[in-house]
């Protein structure tokens, strides 16, 4: 019993809670080549990066948009990086 409370089993494994960060530090995991989002978003599947030299947001039905800041998205504090998928 005793090895058994050494081990940690998989399935209470705590979720690892994400980096949230500001807008500035936003755009330089952009330039790294990630994707990010906010919270406030509340769907990690919209989702703003860079391509080609510019901003764009990926919304419902994978739909890249030209990605016009609003001064809420400079203003975040709200901000992560999207896992791979």
Sequence with gaps: MENFKKKRS????KKKE???????T???HLID????SKKEWEDENIFGSLKNGELIIRNE???D??????EGDLTGEDWFVVDEK
Excluded: D, Y
């Design 65 to 70: 948009n030209t990605w016009v800041l609003s």
């Design 10 to 13: 998989p399935f209470f494994r």
């Design 61 to 63: 039905g994978n739909i």
């Design 18 to 24: 994400k980096e949230i960060f500001n807008f500035p």
């Design 33 to 36: 080549g990630k994707n990010i």
């Design 26 to 28: 936003a755009v330089q």
